[in-house]
């Protein structure tokens, strides 16, 4: 009798890293929470009849500024992923130095915001009024609402990020171990990523 | 066969991922489109066609983030159904709540934040009932 072989197939199972996949289901709930925002401000625009016109509202936002602020988000952004290149590849010292660059970026970021405010603040542009005559003052809180919650979300992940670089200083992540690297990346290319949406919205349409 | 003899991986591989060069480039790609994004307005009349070609610019940038930087291109499938689920949820919430703001003539370029004193235009959050003009409830019904 002839001995058959038979080959069976092994079931293989992938199972997701738990704290990986809550990172993204509560960035799915941020998808939900920015885009409100964002939705509620169009909706608001589309039935205003006194919305600021483009050229009004290039008058009283610094549009230049606020370009050089989204740059300075995507080189953070190139910063954050080659922080985690490198440690994948065992590079701690080149985790530390990309990580501080994006320390000194999102911090630059922030500074030039608060900047923003204080000048919008002194032409009259406060959260329930605008310098334009006649024009809805819901431009003025959207535009806060938007980037006020934005900017609370770069401070979160700065002081986040200050925490990730002490450990990474003191040598806790190594080739085989960095989760704290590549979730804080993971919030941090989110918040680049809602800014890239909101620039759009809020200064350039 | 029980469960502990199938074979699972703890986590998706993180090498096959991108190059340090794929990553610059994408960052020279993003800084490149905001460049052109910020032009655009000055260059082009400010109408329909400006709005959408900066919008779908933005959303190609921001793809361009979720598939390189935030590694969807390269992870497990189940990342990326999250946020299409959170996309739909959107979606969805999106099209109850203003379905009749602009398929009802009387209620288009209209907001409770703009109605005339004393009244309100009221929308029921349902499919079948968005279609219909939104109700107008004098202040006197409201009591």
């Not at chain 1, 197939?9 to 997701?16: F, I, S, W």
């Not at chain 1, 740059?71 to 130095?97: K, P, T």
């Not at chain 2, 709005?51 to 930087?69: G, H, R």
């Not at chain 2, 999250?82 to 209620?107: E, K, R």
Request: glycine share 6%; with cysteine; net charge positive.
């Amino acid at each position: 009798m002839q001995a058959s072989t038979t080959v069976t197939a092994q079931p293989t199972r992938t199972v997701l890293p738990s704290r990986k996949l809550a990172v993204w289901l509560f960035l799915g709930s941020e998808v939900l929470f920015f885009s409100s925002l964002i939705f509620s401000t169009i909706t608001l625009r589309l039935t205003s009849p006194n919305w600021p016109s483009y050229d009004r509202i290039t008058h009283v936002l610094a549009v230049n500024v606020t370009a050089v602020n989204t740059f300075i988000l995507i080189v953070s952004s190139v910063a954050v992923v080659l922080a985690l290149h490198a440690i994948e590849h065992g590079d701690q010292r080149g985790l530390v130095r990309w990580l501080f660059v994006t320390l000194i970026l999102g911090a630059t970021f922030l500074g030039i915001q608060a900047y923003e405010y204080r000048k919008l603040i002194d032409e009259g542009l406060t959260v329930a009024a605008t310098p334009i005559a006649g024009t809805d003052p819901l431009f003025a809180t959207t535009f806060y609402a938007m980037t006020g919650f934005h900017g609370l979300h770069v401070l979160g992940g700065v002081l986040t990020l200050l925490i990730v670089l002490v450990k990474a200083a003191r040598g806790l992540y190594s080739q085989d171990h960095h989760d704290g690297v590549e979730l804080f990346g993971l919030y941090w290319h989110f918040v680049d990523l809602v800014w890239i949406i909101l620039f759009t919205i809020v200064y350039l349409i | 066969m029980s469960d502990h003899d199938i074979p699972s991986t703890a986590a998706p591989p993180t090498h096959g991922r991108a190059t340090v060069r794929t990553y610059l480039a994408i960052g020279a790609v993003l800084a490149v489109l905001t460049v052109i994004e910020v032009q655009l307005p000055r260059l082009m009349a400010h109408g329909p066609l400006l709005v959408v070609s900066l919008v779908l610019t933005a959303l190609f940038k921001a793809s361009l983030v979720a598939a390189f930087y935030m590694h969807l291109k390269y992870d497990s499938r189940a990342y990326l159904g999250v946020m299409a689920l959170a996309i739909f949820l959107i979606a969805y919430f999106l099209v109850l709540l203003t379905f009749g703001q602009f398929t009802t003539p009387h209620a288009r370029f209209r907001s409770p934040v703009h109605a005339p004193p004393g009244w309100r235009s009221a929308s029921v959050p349902s499919i079948a009932s968005a279609a219909s003009a939104p109700i107008r409830i004098a202040p006197c019904m409201l009591g």
